[in-house]
């Protein structure tokens, strides 16, 4: 049982390049997260999915695109990056409902020049 | 939305000392988290604890959930429980946590 797993753990990309960020699970929870965590900060949610084909915007959404096809993946887009992208990026899931406990992946680290 | 707030920014402790850290909540929870992030920065949950009392080894939660607050008692620190403490809370729909900025905790021996 590998829990929430990420991919890559670290990635540097140029400003204006695409890439996307893989996140999967395998505790069959129906929700998912995508998190950003910058330098002496919380993390702040980007984009969230309560179910497979559905999406929903986080507190800091612009620049990012989401999709999940499938109950145990959920992906994270950066259509053309920015400098300000710069960060740690954290998924995490939970079981359906209000009172659930997330489980956290280990991150992926992203340097955008 | 919900607004969290943590307290002491910073803590420095000798190895065994004992500390409290704070979260305060600005409206009523469906969930609150505390997490331990390690030096490698791996989020490690510590406990689920929208209200009431647990304890697990040396570390303790209360949350006091009428008074919008949530209290992590760290009995005989060790090395190794430095790094950063969050405490995270959602209300209404679909688990939304909001985090605090954290307690940077450093334990030395």
């Known amino acids: 049982n590998a829990g929430v797993t990420q991919t890559p753990k670290f990635r540097v990309l140029k400003t204006g390049q695409s890439m996307t960020l893989l996140c999967a699970q395998d505790?069959?929870?129906?929700?998912m997260y995508w998190y950003r965590q910058d330098p002496g900060m919380g993390l702040r949610l980007i984009h969230y999915?309560?179910?497979?084909?559905?999406?929903a915007k986080g507190e800091v959404p612009d620049g990012y695109n989401v999709s999940r096809l499938k109950k145990q993946n959920f992906l994270l887009g950066l259509e053309s990056a920015a400098p300000s992208q710069t960060s740690v990026y954290f998924c995490?899931?939970?079981?359906?409902?209000?009172?659930?406990?997330?489980?956290f992946g280990p991150g992926t680290r992203l340097l955008v020049l | 939305g919900i607004q969290v707030e943590q307290s002491p920014p910073d803590l420095i402790l000798q190895e065994g000392a004992n500390s409290t850290l704070r979260c305060n909540f600005s409206d009523s929870v469906n969930n609150l988290q505390w997490f331990h992030q390690n030096p490698w920065g791996q989020l490690i949950n510590l406990f689920y604890?929208?209200?009431g009392t647990k304890q697990n080894g040396r570390l303790s939660a209360t949350t006091v959930a009428t008074e919008r607050y949530s209290l992590l008692y760290i009995s005989s620190s060790q090395t190794t429980d430095s790094g950063v403490y969050f405490c995270a809370a959602a209300s209404g729909g679909y688990n939304k946590l909001i985090f605090g900025a954290g307690t940077r905790l450093a334990v030395h021996p």
């Open positions: 505790m069959n929870h129906e929700y």
């Open positions: 995490a899931s939970s079981y359906a409902g209000q009172q659930e406990t997330q489980y």
């Open positions: 604890i929208p209200s």
């Open positions: 999915s309560v179910g497979e084909g559905t999406t």
